[in-house]
Structures are given as C-alpha cells and as structure tokens.
C-alpha cells in the first residue's frame, strides 16, 4: 500500500471526494507541514502554525495508480490560487501535495507540467515531502458524511 497527502482548500471536500474511490483504502483528515507539535484547528485557523487542512490517503497502487489520483485531484482545485480555494481563505487552504515516497515526485512533477498547459497563470501548488501529519479532531473526521448539508467547495456533481 501507498500514500499520499493531498490539501485542497477545505479538507471535508478533499476527503469526501476521495472516499470510496477505486483503490483509495483509507482517508483522514489533518494538519500537515506545520511548525508546532499536536496543533488543533483553532489553532492552525489562527495562521500563525504553517500547517495545511490535508487529506492522509491510503490507496492501493495495483488498483488506482497515482497518475490516476492526482487528476482527480486536478479536477476539484485551483492550483493558481495562493491560499483560497472557493470561500476558504488563509494559507491553511493552499493547495500542496506531499509525498511520502521520494519515487513519487516524478510523477507529481510531470503531473503538474502536463495540468500547467490548461492555465496562463502559474500552478503555484506546493510539492513537498510529508514532515508531519496530525489527524483534526473527531468531528471533522468524514464530516460531510455526518453533516450532509455541510459547506464544501466542491461542487456536488463531482462527489460521485
């Protein structure tokens, strides 16, 4: 199994969106790439923390490839906004992939030369090694799932 971490403005709609797709085994939301220990979302909220709302992804990659994860991924983001997606606004909504695996940036660097030809401003998407992952609070876990109705930024159409 593999992972990849994925922060695309609002983590209910990164993970909503991923859950119970081909091959994805396990999502979670958190806080990744920050600067404290164990933050809370009041907390990461306040900008002052360096973290980004993400979506931890366990997928297997016999069944769902990362080429084929990461234009999904392309499909619900703006990867020329700099910290906002949709309503969501502060530097806790930039768009970044992480990777666990240093295999991966290859095929996450092709991916984003291949998705730069459909935009005139620059993909501004940040790609890093993962350095911290903290699960969010229970009640941001599958929080679309409790909360139908909740606000996401993606729109509903692509939730299938």
């Known amino acids: 199994m593999k992972n990849i971490v994925f922060a695309g403005g609002c983590f209910w709609g990164i ?21 404290v220990k164990d933050p809370g979302y009041e907390e ?19 069944i ?10 392309w499909k619900v983001i703006d990867p ?5 997606q ?9 768009t970044g992939i992480y990777y666990v695996d240093e295999d991966d940036v290859n095929i996450i ?18 790609v890093l090694p993962l350095e911290n992952f903290y699960d969010a609070e229970e009640y941001h876990q599958k929080y679309l799932e409790k909360n ?9 159409e692509l939730m299938n």
């Open 15 to 35: 993970q909503a969106y991923f859950d119970g797709k081909k091959g994805v085994l396990k999502t979670k939301v958190g806080y990744a790439n920050g600067n």
């Open 44 to 62: 990461v909220c306040s900008g002052n923390t360096g973290f980004a709302e993400a979506c931890f992804l366990e997928y297997d990659p016999r």
């Open 64 to 73: 769902v490839e990362l080429e084929e994860l990461l234009g999904m991924y």
């Open 80 to 84: 020329t906004l700099v910290d906002r």
């Open 86 to 94: 949709g309503n969501d606004r502060g530097n806790q909504y930039r």
């Open 109 to 126: 660097k092709k991916s984003i030369e291949d998705q730069q030809k459909n935009y005139t401003e620059r993909i501004v998407t940040e």
């Open 148 to 156: 139908p109705g909740g606000y996401c930024h993606i729109p509903k």
